[in-house]
């Protein structure tokens, strides 16, 4: 059972444009959403996370956006840049289940120059 | 390096036979995690240790795999009469639990298992 919902699966920007992918999960018991990014042939480094307590967290150029009653949280990526092409994943964890982390399907970012 | 590390990168191996991948986390970090990732997805969590007990594991974990953690700290994941369908991308990650949340699970880059 997929409990974590990810789109697009692709995404094509101009520099300097925004960037938003969107995650919706089913396990109300989650309460940790980070937010990865893979580059090719590298693990997943941490981008950006949230705790459902708050509705928005900005770190620089990346926004979380976090939907309680929908279950649904995004990231934005403003002003992207070509150095943010990689793939993104979204994830989310309990500590119930040790924090280990239901990963979304990943969004293949390309910004062109 | 302070990292996550893994061994080796890259492994080629014939169908049936048995395979073994070593994980060294961030020596502080008493959570080990084992992920495999299969190409155009995100990593699925195969096993966790917590120090040197595995504490769970995923139905994705079939018999043909077993991981160990002696001692608690570096971790090996062996695969048994490989099938092409073990071709994947196998991540460890490691984290300290602080208090009320844990702090992030850091990755290493992953032992890629090509099955021929």
């Known amino acids: 059972q997929q409990q974590v919902k990810q789109s697009p699966q692709s995404l094509i920007v101009q520099k300097g444009g925004i960037s938003i992918i969107n995650c919706a999960y089913e396990?109300?018991?989650?309460?940790?959403f980070p937010w990865y990014q893979q580059f090719p042939g590298k693990g997943p480094a941490l981008l950006i996370a949230i705790r459902p307590d708050v509705s928005e967290k900005k770190e620089g150029r990346f926004t979380i956006s976090f939907n309680k009653s929908a279950k649904q949280f995004s990231l934005h990526i403003m002003d992207s840049q070509p150095g943010d092409s990689a793939t993104y994943f979204c994830a989310a964890s309990t500590e119930g289940s040790a924090r280990q982390l239901t990963f979304g399907s990943g969004t293949q970012l390309t910004v062109l120059p | 390096d302070t990292g996550v590390s893994q061994d080796p990168r890259h492994k080629i191996t014939k169908r049936g036979q048995n395979v073994t991948f070593r994980c060294d986390p961030i020596s502080e970090h008493n959570r080990l995690y084992w992920y495999r990732q299969t190409l155009g997805q995100g990593p699925e969590f195969l096993t966790y240790f917590q120090n040197e007990a595995q504490l769970e594991k995923s139905r994705l974990l079939s018999d043909r795999f077993s991981a160990e953690r002696p001692k608690g700290s570096f971790s090996t994941l062996e695969i048994q009469r490989t099938e092409q369908g073990d071709s994947a991308m196998y991540l460890c990650a490691s984290s300290f639990p602080q208090g009320a949340y844990s702090t992030e699970a850091f990755f290493g880059q992953g032992t890629r298992l090509t099955v021929v």
């Open positions: 396990n109300t018991a989650f309460d940790y």
